[in-house]
């Protein structure tokens, strides 16, 4: 699967209230945010678009750590652009939908190179593609998230712990 990003919005500045023990006296910080596009091109030439705000930027304090640490679900992507030239190369194995969970269970007794999620049974097709971009924005969640913290090494571990494969190895 490749995973590509077609846009990039910077939404500007955010406040995150930091702490506070009375009406007066709150502690803030501001952080970058930016709504990206991305598209998932799985092997098979289905098409995925997601749109996700995980994408953050902040500084760091002096002493190297920052109050806004954890207050965003991912940590800060310092350059945006190597960013997106780091996921245009990496090449993630296919994605696959499961509904029935016992297949889902099974598949990760195999060498499947596959990154198997599990989207329950949906009575109809609208349904069904809500929970399958659900679980697409998550899985993307946690690559910005992983990615944040330690480039293309956390994703590379990441992606070792959620492909049976992988871990069968």
């Not at 760091?60 to 992507?77: C, F, K, M, R, V």
């Not at 659900?134 to 090494?153: H, Q, S, T």
Request: charged share 25%; glycine share 8%; aromatic share 16%.
């Amino acid at each position: 699967m490749k995973i590509f990003i077609t846009n990039i919005e910077d939404q500007g500045p955010q406040e995150a209230l930091l702490d506070g023990t009375c009406d007066i006296c709150f502690e803030y910080g501001y952080y970058n945010q930016y709504l990206v596009s991305f598209t998932l091109l799985l092997s098979d030439g289905t098409v995925y678009d997601i749109v996700h705000d995980g994408v953050v930027d902040y500084d760091y304090d002096e002493d190297g750590t920052s109050a806004l640490y954890g207050y965003n679900q991912t940590g800060p992507i310092k350059n945006i652009l190597k960013f997106v030239s780091d996921i245009k190369t990496f090449d993630f194995p296919d994605i696959e939908f499961f509904e029935d969970s016992r297949e889902f269970r099974n598949v990760w007794g195999t060498d499947k190179m596959v990154i198997p999620l599990y989207i329950g049974s949906y009575g109809n097709e609208y349904d069904r593609s809500a929970a399958i971009r659900n679980k697409l924005g998550y899985f993307l969640m946690e690559v910005i998230r992983r990615y944040a913290d330690d480039g293309v090494d956390g994703i590379n571990e990441y992606i070792d712990t959620v492909t049976p494969g992988k871990v069968q190895k």
